[in-house]
């Protein structure tokens, strides 16, 4: 079972920052979290991970809260292509890397 | 070039038949993966390799085997195709194994069984 908690859906207007939010209350010391998204008919597409610290790359930042309890994704200027199902994902940091899906957000962007 | 290809991109095939799904990858990573999406949009883990040694293995029905011929290769069989076999089959890569890594996923392969 996915360990986070997402809402079902969010609107974004074009050219405004998309700010998704992600609940992982259970998440542990050595457990990262992880942001990917899928594009209709698309492989999903790594975004952004982080264990503790903010971080910040070329797509996105990620925001973690600092007793690690939630997180948001910020993309800061979205644009129509960012319409997809975005997945916040918790793994162990340790020998294995199975993903585990929840059933995401779908961010639409309008107009 | 592609980061992580398969072939092919679309399959139809009937009810009883014996079907291979192929992957590459051609970022130099040790550890690749199968996922499956279903209709219902539920993307899971089905295998995963490292370094051509089976390290994840689902509750997968055994009629599929997943083969790496070398680490830049993870190709899928099935056998006796059903119709609860249909759906969109991704392959991934990751530089190694372990949750630091992230996975680079191919452009997925829709399988319907007929």
């Known amino acids: 079972d996915a360990k986070t908690t997402q809402p079902t859906s969010m609107d974004c207007a074009e050219g405004r920052a998309a700010n998704l939010p992600c609940n992982h209350s259970t998440i542990s010391g050595n457990e990262y979290v992880y942001w990917y998204r899928q594009i209709h008919s698309q492989g999903p597409q790594y975004i952004i991970h982080g264990l503790k610290n903010n971080e910040t790359n070329e797509m996105a930042s990620l925001i973690i809260t600092e007793d690690r309890k939630s997180s948001t994704l910020i993309l800061p200027h979205a644009t129509l292509r960012d319409t997809a199902v975005y997945y916040c994902?918790?793994?162990?940091?340790?020998?294995?890397?199975?993903?585990?899906f929840g059933t995401g957000t779908l961010l639409a962007v309008q107009p | 070039d592609t980061a992580v290809s398969q072939t092919p991109k679309y399959l139809v095939t009937q009810m009883g038949n014996d079907k291979s799904i192929k992957c590459e990858q051609n970022?130099?990573?040790?550890?690749m993966y199968w996922y499956k999406q279903d209709s219902k949009k539920f993307l899971k883990i089905m295998f995963s390799y490292n370094n051509k040694e089976l390290i994840i293995n689902e509750t997968v029905p055994n009629r599929f085997s997943p083969k790496s011929p070398d680490k830049a290769h993870l190709n899928l069989h099935i056998n006796s195709l059903e119709l609860g076999d249909s759906a969109v089959y991704f392959c991934?890569?990751?530089?190694?194994?372990?949750?630091?890594?992230?996975?680079?996923f191919g452009p997925g392969t829709r399988l319907t069984v007929t």
């Open positions: 994902i918790v793994i162990y940091g340790g020998a294995t890397n199975k993903l585990i």
């Open positions: 991934a890569s990751s530089r190694k194994t372990g949750g630091s890594y992230e996975q680079y």
């Open positions: 970022l130099g990573h040790d550890t």
